[in-house]
Each structure stands twice: as structure tokens, then as C-alpha cells.
């Protein structure tokens, strides 16, 4: 893809990533609003701010643990612990149904806090079992704790590159701890490029999708960023957003108070339409608080009630069928609301083919069906059935009996009218249909939009046939 030869066509062709996107990972990140130019108009976002703890200190950063009046990244109200933090989320998801995704962005940086973010990331599982999980770290953790992430849910990571070359990551970081140790200098940036290219390329290869954040810095990295979006994009990285330095000297950074100048919009630009043909680039990014709450650009952290809100909010299926079918409506433009238009649920791996058992499935693909097509709403965690080796029947280890777990996954899906997996043992299969819930094995290794549509043509076509009968 050639460059773009204008500011206005700059902005044209980096706007639609999504055109640049695989179609799977257009569906993946459809309702993401930090990774979908057009999403981030329709869905909300919350940033949880249970990291208070850094391991790089960067010379465009000061955080700040209570403050109300600055929006940027690194700047909090309050840090939550993780019972706080989804408590909050819970009361937020209850009052904002467009609420897709909740991240942990800091004040810190996640990885450096790991026992307060995956216990923040284990209780969202367990109480917004449809929301989206991400998280935005340096990378210098992520060699580490890469199958922590995919474990816990985690399908979306964002970490910031600024460099590739050690002698300008000097310029960026005073210094870094690892490993108990504290660096500096060339040496640091090497420790960090390292491991964030191992981090990056271990994350890709499993599936995660990866979107690189670089701070253009003026006369540090600006010629510099076309190098980086090459780079990642070699590493399996799916987004570049580069945004402008903020160096104010009330912020006290150190680029603040030592009168780095800040890059203005032509330079932005300019650097943005030289990085699009290595990588589709994010042209929307706030540079959002670690507590945000909201559309970007709309920050409600300060104006909701949460404390109130909390001791009202409940989780449960209820709420769970309630956001599917506000976000069913966003989705299909309205198209989800005609009578004929129904949810239904899909076991996939990846969510290109229907290739998992039902009793091993640990999350569900929930598409709506209408006149608007096949169309992804969200996914939902849910109890694994199965947890003996063969037999959907065998108890394992697990602390619930089969009968718990399913009656959990019945209530998580009392809203969708089929399941579509490889395989249905005959217990499940029998209390989904007693739920009113038709399984389907027919389209097993088959793509999901292709099963999917056949599967409404004929209950489309059964419908009019019954219309016809009844009329006659």
C-alpha cells in the first residue's frame, strides 16, 4: 500500500483499519472500541485502576493517585483493590449496556502489579462473563505471564513501543526493574526491546491480538516510528497508534519540566501516513485516564454515582441478556428487534469454524440472526460441563456437580434459541432442549457464517411454511 499523499487522505486511509483487518479479526475487534474505528461510536469502555506499582519509569510520565481535574494516561481518582475495581464494573455494566470492554491500563503498569490484575481478571470473568478483557503494559513482563493472560480470558493487549533501538530508548527511560535489579541507559532499553519483541511474538502466535501504542516525542523518535511499525507488524502486532507526547509542566514529567516540545497535528500527520503501509494505524485514541469510564472521548468517571451505584448493582444472567440484546441492536442497526431475529450461541476456538465440544467449552460466541445477516454480538465465559478426559458425565475435579454446571450454563443462555457445536453429549443435549434450546452438530469443522445462514434460511422458510398453513 503506497503512502498517503495527503494530510486529508492520510486521515481517510489509516480511519478504516478495519478494511486491513482478516475477517476474523474484524469480528474480534468489531466491538472493542480502542481497536475499532468505528466502534468506539457505539460501545463503551472502562478502565479499572487496581496497578498502582511501575517497574519503568518514563520520562513522559507522572501518575497520580487522586486527582480529578487532568485526563491523561497515568492519572487516577482512586486505586481500587480488585474487589473494588469490579464491584464498580458491575455497577457500571448495570446502568451502561453498551459497556463492552473493561481494561486494566494502570495508573501503573499491570504487569508489574500481577497479583492485584489477575484477581481483578478472575472475578470480571466470574461476574461480566460477557465482557471483554484487555490490558495495556510496557512489555517487560510479558514473557512471563503470556499463558497467565491467555488463561484468564485476556483476548485484547496493547503494549507501548516507543523504540527499537536502545540508544533512543535511553533517551525515553530513566530506568527499569527486573528481576531485582535496576538498569539504565542502552542497556535498558535492550533488556526491554528484548523482551517485549518475545512478549509480542508469544501473545500473536497464540491468538491474542496485539495493538502497539508509540509516543511521538519530537526530535527523539519522530523519524523513528516508521522503523517501530515495521518492526511490530513483523512481530504478529494487529494495530500502531501513535500518540502525540503530552509534556505540560504542571505534570511534572521530565520532558515537561525540561521544555521537551510537544509534536502539533501536522507532525501527528504526517507521522502517522508514514507509518500506514507497515501497519493499519488507530487515528481515535483519546489518551484516556487509567480510570475511564464512557465512549472515548466521553469520560464519565467523575460524574457517575458508583458508590451508590454499587450497593445497587447484582450480576446475572439477567444483566448478561439484557446487554446482548442492547448490543444486538447497536450491532444489526435495529434488525435484531424484528420478531423473526433471534441470538444463538457458538462453540469455536478461534470463531472461524465450529470446532469445540460443547462440554469442553469455556466460552460461547453469541451471534444474532436477522435480516441484517449474521452478526456477532459478543462472547461469554461459562462453566466448562465436561471434565473427565472423555466422558461429558465425569465429574473430574471440578468443586460443582455436572448438575450445577449446567444448570449455570442454562441460565447463561436462556437467551438464545440454538447451540452450535462439534459435539452435544446426550445429557447436555437433552437439557438444552428441555430448556427449549436446539443443539446443532450438523455444521461441525464447517465455517460459522455458512452454518449460521443455512440454519436461518430454513427456520425463516419453516416459519413462512407455518404461516402459510395456519392461514389456509
Known amino acids: ?64 493517585y487522586d486527582c480529578s481535574n487532568e485526563s491523561r494516561p497515568g492519572v487516577v481518582s482512586q486505586v481500587l483493590t480488585p474487589e473494588q475495581a469490579v464491584a464498580r464494573a458491575v455497577a457500571v455494566a448495570s446502568v451502561m449496556p453498551q459497556l463492552s470492554v473493561v481494561g486494566i491500563a494502570g495508573p501503573g503498569d499491570p504487569l508489574a502489579n500481577i497479583g492485584r490484575t489477575f484477581s481483578t481478571l478472575a472475578l470480571l470473568r466470574e461476574q461480566l462473563p460477557d465482557v471483554k478483557q484487555c490490558l495495556s503494559t510496557n512489555g517487560l513482563m510479558l514473557p512471563s505471564v503470556t499463558d497467565r493472560i491467555i488463561a484468564s480470558g485476556v483476548d485484547h493487549v496493547t503494549v507501548t513501543v516507543n523504540a527499537i533501538d536502545p540508544d533512543i530508548s535511553a533517551q525515553i527511560y530513566a530506568w527499569l526493574w527486573v528481576d531485582g535489579e535496576r538498569y539504565s541507559g542502552r542497556e535498558a532499553g535492550e533488556i526491554l526491546l528484548a523482551r517485549q519483541e518475545e512478549g509480542v511474538r508469544k501473545l500473536t502466535e497464540k491468538g ?193 456437580a455436572p448438575e450445577a454446571r449446567m444448570a449455570a450454563i442454562l441460565a447463561l443462555l436462556g437467551d438464545v434459541k440454538a447451540v452450535f457445536s462439534a459435539r452435544i453429549g446426550y445429557g447436555p443435549w437433552v437439557k438444552l432442549e428441555q430448556q427449549g434450546i436446539q443443539p446443532c452438530i450438523e455444521g461441525a469443522w464447517q465455517n460459522v457464517t455458512d452454518v449460521l445462514s443455512r440454519w436461518w434460511e430454513a427456520r425463516c422458510q419453516a416459519g413462512n411454511l407455518l404461516d402459510e398453513q395456519g392461514a389456509a
Request: proline share 7%; glycine share 6%; hydrophobic share 35%.
Open 1 to 64: 500500500m503506497a503512502p498517503c499523499p495527503s494530510s486529508q487522505t492520510a486521515r481517510s486511509c489509516r480511519t478504516d483499519n478495519s478494511a486491513q483487518f482478516t475477517a476474523l479479526q474484524a469480528s474480534k475487534v468489531a466491538h472493542h472500541p480502542c481497536y475499532s474505528s468505528s466502534a468506539h461510536h457505539q460501545y463503551a469502555r472502562m478502565h479499572l485502576a487496581v496497578a498502582p506499582a511501575c517497574n519503568l519509569q518514563c520520562n513522559y510520565c507522572n501518575r497520580k
Open 208 to 400: 491474542i491480538l496485539v495493538k502497539i501504542n508509540s509516543v511521538l516525542i519530537p526530535g527523539i523518535n519522530d523519524r523513528h516510528l516508521a522503523r517501530v511499525s515495521e518492526a511490530v507488524r513483523g512481530w504478529g502486532a494487529l494495530l500502531h497508534n501513535v500518540m502525540p507526547l503530552i509534556a505540560r509542566p504542571e505534570h511534572g514529567t521530565v520532558f515537561g519540566l525540561n521544555g521537551q516540545p510537544e509534536p502539533d497535528s501536522a507532525m501527528v500527520d504526517a507521522v502517522r501516513a508514514e507509518c500506514s503501509p507497515m501497519m493499519p494505524q488507530m487515528a481515535h485514541c483519546k489518551q484516556c485516564r487509567a480510570d475511564a469510564i464512557g465512549m472515548l472521548g466521553e469520560d464519565r468517571s467523575q460524574s457517575l454515582p458508583l458508590a451508590e451505584m454499587e450497593k445497587q448493582a447484582r450480576p446475572g444472567p439477567d444483566q448478561v441478556h439484557k446487554r446482548a440484546a442492547i448490543q444486538a441492536r447497536i450491532a444489526t442497526r435495529g434488525a435484531s428487534d424484528d420478531p423473526s431475529a433471534c441470538l444463538v450461541a457458538v462453540t469455536s476456538s478461534r470463531g472461524d469454524v465450529i470446532d469445540c465440544h460443547f462440554g469442553h467449552a469455556q466460552r460461547v460466541q453469541i451471534y444474532s440472526l436477522s435480516e441484517a445477516g449474521v452478526v456477532l454480538v459478543n462472547e461469554r465465559f461459562m462453566p466448562q460441563y465436561c471434565k473427565g478426559p472423555d466422558s461429558c458425565e465425569a465429574e473430574g475435579e471440578s468443586t460443582q
